[in-house]
């Protein structure tokens, strides 16, 4: 079973599309900001640490993500595979990952790259409610829940994220140029990057994505 990393700038689709991935292959769905947005809610010490930086757009310190990660990756339903959303950002994350799986017997089998033009990202996110309960996303204009405010999932309350406001989500777009980008050539030069285009239905991401996970890279 695989170990995928799912890349994109923040409104890609990373989240939405990393769930039905792990569904679909049968591994969990790892996603740092989820895990960090838990720490949050429940006011652990990592938790009101980590906020300061989630509230500004900002990376949380790498020590800090990584050992999260890691912790949730040495649990039983992870070691033989997930898939991986928003972690790693930085190259010193990604190196941490491949140290820990290498241990284990595995590598990073891929990195799929969503690719969304800045503009198209800005509106997803200035319209984006996500499920409190499951974590689904829909957006106010070109996905809307069939009751405001309810998931049609579970029936769980919708929230707008803290961090989706313009001054933040700029800020966010800029640290995923500078910080993660770099992250695409440290997974091109070992051959696994492919890139995906993450513009369209929904369904029709995810095919390209799943054609992205299982083939041979380009
Ligand atoms: P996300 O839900 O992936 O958009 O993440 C929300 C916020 O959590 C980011 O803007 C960062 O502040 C923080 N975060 C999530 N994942 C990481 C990571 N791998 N490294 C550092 N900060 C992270």
């Known amino acids: 079973m695989p170990y995928l990393v799912l890349l994109g700038a923040p409104g890609s689709g990373k989240g939405t599309q990393a769930s039905v991935l792990a569904k679909a292959l049968g591994v969990p769905h790892v996603a740092s900001g989820d895990l960090l947005r838990a720490h949050v809610a429940q006011q652990t010490e990592l938790g009101r640490m980590a906020h300061q930086y989630m509230t500004r757009g900002e990376l949380v310190p790498d020590d800090v993500t990584i050992a999260m990660v890691m912790e949730r990756l040495d649990q039983p339903d992870a070691r033989q595979g997930a898939v991986l959303d928003g972690f790693p950002r930085t190259v010193v994350q990604a190196e941490a990952l491949d140290a820990r799986l ?9 990195a799929l790259l969503l690719v969304v033009p800045d503009d198209e990202l800005v509106r997803r996110l200035a319209g984006r409610w996500l499920c409190r309960q499951c974590g689904a996303s829909y957006h106010e204009v070109s996905n809307p829940p069939r009751q405001p405010g309810r998931c049609d999932r579970c029936g769980g309350p919708l929230f707008q ?45 995810r095919e390209a994505l799943l054609a992205a996970a299982l083939g041979t890279p380009a």
């Open 102 to 110: 290498a241990e284990r017997g595995a590598g990073v089998d891929r």
């Open 161 to 205: 994220r803290d961090d989706d406001t313009p001054t933040v989500v700029r800020k966010r777009l800029a640290v995923f140029r500078e910080q993660t980008l770099p992250l695409l050539d440290y997974y091109r030069r070992q051959g696994k990057l492919v890139e995906v285009d993450g513009v369209g239905e929904i369904a029709q991401v």
